[in-house]
Protein backbone atom coordinates (compact mmCIF):
# COMPACT_ATOMS: atom_id res chain seq x y z
CA UNK A 1 0.00 0.00 0.00
CA UNK A 2 2.87 2.43 0.90
CA UNK A 3 4.67 1.82 -2.33
CA UNK A 4 1.20 2.61 -4.20
CA UNK A 5 0.58 5.40 -2.43
CA UNK A 6 4.03 7.39 -2.89
CA UNK A 7 4.07 6.55 -6.43
CA UNK A 8 0.32 8.74 -6.35
CA UNK A 9 2.13 11.28 -4.46
CA UNK A 10 5.13 12.09 -6.50
CA UNK A 11 2.91 13.38 -9.20
CA UNK A 12 1.06 15.94 -6.52
CA UNK A 13 3.79 16.64 -3.95
CA UNK A 14 5.00 20.12 -5.36
CA UNK A 15 1.55 21.45 -6.49
CA UNK A 16 -0.84 22.24 -3.68
CA UNK A 17 -5.20 21.76 -3.93
CA UNK A 18 -4.84 18.17 -5.60
CA UNK A 19 -7.00 16.55 -2.71
CA UNK A 20 -9.37 15.38 -5.71
CA UNK A 21 -6.32 14.01 -8.07
CA UNK A 22 -4.79 12.00 -5.22
CA UNK A 23 -8.47 10.69 -4.12
CA UNK A 24 -8.74 9.65 -8.07
CA UNK A 25 -5.95 8.16 -8.72
CA UNK A 26 -6.06 6.55 -5.20
CA UNK A 27 -9.36 4.70 -6.27
CA UNK A 28 -7.74 3.79 -9.66
CA UNK A 29 -5.02 2.12 -7.89
CA UNK A 30 -7.07 0.26 -5.37
CA UNK A 31 -11.04 0.26 -6.32
CA UNK A 32 -11.90 2.73 -3.52
CA UNK A 33 -10.52 4.49 -1.04
CA UNK A 34 -8.92 2.67 1.94
CA UNK A 35 -8.70 4.53 5.04
CA UNK A 36 -5.06 3.44 5.49
CA UNK A 37 -4.26 5.55 2.28
CA UNK A 38 -5.73 8.42 3.36
CA UNK A 39 -3.97 8.38 6.63
CA UNK A 40 -0.66 7.52 4.90
CA UNK A 41 -0.96 10.18 2.47
CA UNK A 42 -2.08 13.11 5.07
CA UNK A 43 0.87 12.40 6.95
CA UNK A 44 3.10 12.61 4.42
CA UNK A 45 1.80 15.54 3.13
CA UNK A 46 1.35 17.30 6.96
CA UNK A 47 -2.35 17.81 6.40
CA UNK A 48 -5.39 16.78 8.16
CA UNK A 49 -6.85 13.18 6.93
CA UNK A 50 -10.70 14.99 7.39
CA UNK A 51 -9.73 16.98 4.30
CA UNK A 52 -9.67 13.72 2.09
CA UNK A 53 -12.74 12.41 4.02
CA UNK A 54 -13.93 15.34 3.35
CA UNK A 55 -13.95 15.79 -0.40
CA UNK A 56 -14.50 11.73 -0.65
CA UNK A 57 -17.85 11.91 1.33
CA UNK A 58 -19.12 15.02 -0.65
CA UNK A 59 -18.77 13.64 -4.21
CA UNK A 60 -20.64 10.39 -5.31
CA UNK A 61 -17.72 9.40 -7.54
CA UNK A 62 -15.85 8.36 -4.30
CA UNK A 63 -16.05 5.05 -2.42
CA UNK A 64 -15.16 4.18 0.72
CA UNK A 65 -15.51 0.51 0.93
CA UNK A 66 -14.44 -2.03 -1.53
CA UNK A 67 -16.89 -2.73 -4.84
CA UNK A 68 -17.73 -5.63 -6.39
CA UNK A 69 -15.74 -6.84 -9.38
CA UNK A 70 -18.95 -6.97 -11.08
CA UNK A 71 -20.75 -3.20 -11.00
CA UNK A 72 -24.56 -4.03 -11.55
CA UNK A 73 -26.03 -0.73 -12.00
CA UNK A 74 -30.20 -0.78 -11.81
CA UNK A 75 -31.86 2.18 -13.39
CA UNK A 76 -34.88 3.28 -11.26
CA UNK A 77 -35.95 5.78 -13.62
CA UNK A 78 -39.28 6.40 -14.55
CA UNK A 79 -39.09 4.62 -17.53
CA UNK A 80 -37.37 1.56 -16.23
CA UNK A 81 -39.90 1.92 -13.17
CA UNK A 82 -42.87 1.71 -14.90
CA UNK A 83 -41.65 -1.37 -17.04
CA UNK A 84 -40.39 -3.72 -13.79
CA UNK A 85 -37.43 -2.41 -12.56
CA UNK A 86 -38.52 -3.01 -8.85
CA UNK A 87 -38.95 -7.08 -9.09
CA UNK A 88 -35.48 -6.85 -11.24
CA UNK A 89 -33.71 -5.33 -8.18
CA UNK A 90 -35.46 -7.32 -5.78
CA UNK A 91 -34.68 -10.90 -7.90
CA UNK A 92 -30.71 -9.69 -8.06
CA UNK A 93 -30.76 -8.24 -4.61
CA UNK A 94 -32.06 -11.70 -3.71
CA UNK A 95 -29.90 -13.71 -6.01
CA UNK A 96 -26.99 -11.83 -4.86
CA UNK A 97 -27.53 -12.48 -0.81
CA UNK A 98 -27.80 -8.94 -0.54
CA UNK A 99 -28.53 -8.14 3.43
CA UNK A 100 -30.82 -4.73 4.04
CA UNK A 101 -28.81 -1.87 3.51
CA UNK A 102 -25.65 -3.93 1.93
CA UNK A 103 -24.94 -3.34 -1.71
CA UNK A 104 -21.73 -5.20 -2.55
CA UNK A 105 -21.24 -9.16 -1.96
CA UNK A 106 -19.17 -10.15 0.80
CA UNK A 107 -17.25 -11.92 -1.47
CA UNK A 108 -16.78 -8.67 -3.21
CA UNK A 109 -17.66 -10.07 -6.80
CA UNK A 110 -20.82 -7.99 -7.16
CA UNK A 111 -22.00 -4.72 -6.06
CA UNK A 112 -25.55 -3.36 -6.83
CA UNK A 113 -26.71 0.46 -7.14
CA UNK A 114 -29.38 2.06 -8.72
CA UNK A 115 -29.45 5.23 -10.26
CA UNK A 116 -31.93 7.61 -11.92
CA UNK A 117 -31.54 7.06 -15.42
CA UNK A 118 -28.86 5.69 -17.70
CA UNK A 119 -30.69 7.44 -20.63
CA UNK A 120 -31.03 4.44 -23.00
CA UNK A 121 -34.92 4.69 -21.73
CA UNK A 122 -36.11 3.31 -25.08
CA UNK A 123 -35.02 -0.12 -24.02
CA UNK A 124 -36.27 0.24 -20.56
CA UNK A 125 -35.92 -1.74 -17.76
CA UNK A 126 -32.23 -1.45 -18.33
CA UNK A 127 -29.37 -2.34 -16.19
CA UNK A 128 -25.85 -1.86 -16.69
CA UNK A 129 -23.33 -4.19 -15.78
CA UNK A 130 -19.72 -2.52 -15.69
CA UNK A 131 -20.03 -0.75 -18.84
CA UNK A 132 -22.03 -2.63 -21.00
CA UNK A 133 -26.06 -2.39 -20.66
CA UNK A 134 -28.52 -4.33 -21.22
CA UNK A 135 -32.05 -3.88 -22.01
CA UNK A 136 -35.45 -5.35 -21.67
CA UNK A 137 -34.17 -7.13 -18.36
CA UNK A 138 -36.97 -9.28 -16.69
CA UNK A 139 -36.13 -10.65 -12.90
CA UNK A 140 -35.26 -14.10 -14.96
CA UNK A 141 -32.79 -12.49 -17.44
CA UNK A 142 -31.37 -10.80 -14.48
CA UNK A 143 -30.57 -13.90 -12.57
CA UNK A 144 -28.76 -15.18 -15.90
CA UNK A 145 -26.79 -12.52 -15.88
CA UNK A 146 -25.43 -12.86 -12.63
CA UNK A 147 -25.46 -16.44 -13.33
CA UNK A 148 -23.20 -16.04 -17.00
CA UNK A 149 -21.17 -13.19 -14.45
CA UNK A 150 -20.37 -15.79 -11.62
CA UNK A 151 -19.58 -18.43 -13.94
CA UNK A 152 -17.07 -15.64 -15.95
CA UNK A 153 -15.17 -15.02 -12.68
CA UNK A 154 -13.66 -18.39 -12.50
CA UNK A 155 -12.10 -18.36 -15.87
S1 LIG B 1 -35.40 5.54 -17.01
FE1 LIG B 1 -34.16 3.80 -17.15
S2 LIG B 1 -32.83 4.27 -18.77
FE2 LIG B 1 -33.98 6.06 -18.53
Redesign the pocket.
Known amino acids: MEKKCRKILEKYYKEEGNVISILQDMQEEFGYIPDDAVYWCANELNIPASNFFGVATFYSQFHLKPRGRYIITA?C?????VKG?DPIIHRMRADLALAEGETTTSDTNFTLESVA?????S????VKVNKRIYGNVTPDRATELIDEFNNEKGK
Do not use: L
Request: net charge neutral; charged share 0%.
Open positions: CGTACHACIGACMAPV
